[in-house]
């Protein structure tokens, strides 16, 4: 079964700071695709970057980029130059395509970006 | 604004009770998903639809159903309410439901069960 763990329940950062929130899946697929959405105190849930498994390059979107190790099986979320806009509870989710490409979320990581 | 709807914002019943919450996809899009969001389950992927036909369920409960009708948008209707139902619904969108889509979120119903 597919799993995604975020062992980071909550974390803070200074404003204009870089974190870094980690994610770690169980999957013996081998093509699969890896996401970050951000939601926040609104709830809507927002697609912050997404990895397709198969690419090496690690995406970037802005101040948002990836670490993604394949053999390892970690996605990490990196945040530069954190912005208070960026308070948010953070979640990493995996999908695999098949029959279904539901999403597989993890517990998410609330990240308080301080002024 | 991801162009996915959704009524009502929010919802309060009584346990035992019925609902339908109600969703339309973004423009194009023609695969429709359901989540559900609670304290104690987190996320879970309740059902996904393709072009009005069912292509996959996960922890969906049995009092739970749900439909895309010919203009593709979805309902979801939770019957015999329970106090544990109490969570926030969303509904996602894609394009074809394919392993390279990207599913768009929308606002969610905040279902509260007295």
């Known amino acids: 079964a597919q799993t995604v763990t975020q062992s980071q329940p909550e974390m803070s950062v200074q404003e204009a700071e870089t974190v870094t929130l980690s994610c770690t899946y169980d999957t013996s697929e081998n093509n699969y695709y890896l996401f970050w959405y951000k939601q926040p105190p609104s709830r809507q849930m927002i697609l912050v970057i997404r990895?397709?498994?198969?690419?090496?390059q690690n995406a970037t979107e802005n101040r948002f980029s990836v670490n993604f190790q394949k053999a390892a099986k970690s996605f990490s979320l990196k945040i530069s130059d954190s912005q208070l806009g960026d308070t948010a509870m953070y979640f990493c989710a995996f999908s695999y395509g098949g029959a279904t490409n539901k999403l597989i979320f993890g517990t998410g990581t609330l990240l308080a970006v301080q002024p | 604004d991801s162009g996915v709807t959704q009524t009502p914002k929010h919802l309060i019943t009584a346990t035992g009770q019925r609902v339908t919450l109600r969703c339309s996809p973004r423009?194009?899009?023609?695969?429709v998903y359901w989540y559900q969001q609670s304290l104690d389950q987190g996320l879970q992927f309740l059902i996904q639809y393709y072009n009005g036909e069912e292509r996959a369920k996960g922890n969906i409960l049995e009092r739970f159903s749900a439909q895309q009708f010919p203009d593709l948008h979805s309902e979801l209707n939770l019957s015999s309410l329970e106090l544990g139902d109490s969570a926030l619904y969303f509904c996602?969108?894609?394009?074809?439901?394919?392993?390279?889509?990207?599913?768009?979120f929308g606002p969610g119903t905040r279902l509260t069960v007295l």
């Open positions: 423009s194009g899009d023609l695969s």
């Open positions: 996602a969108s894609s394009g074809t439901g394919g392993a390279e889509d990207t599913q768009y």
């Open positions: 990895q397709e498994a198969y690419k090496q």
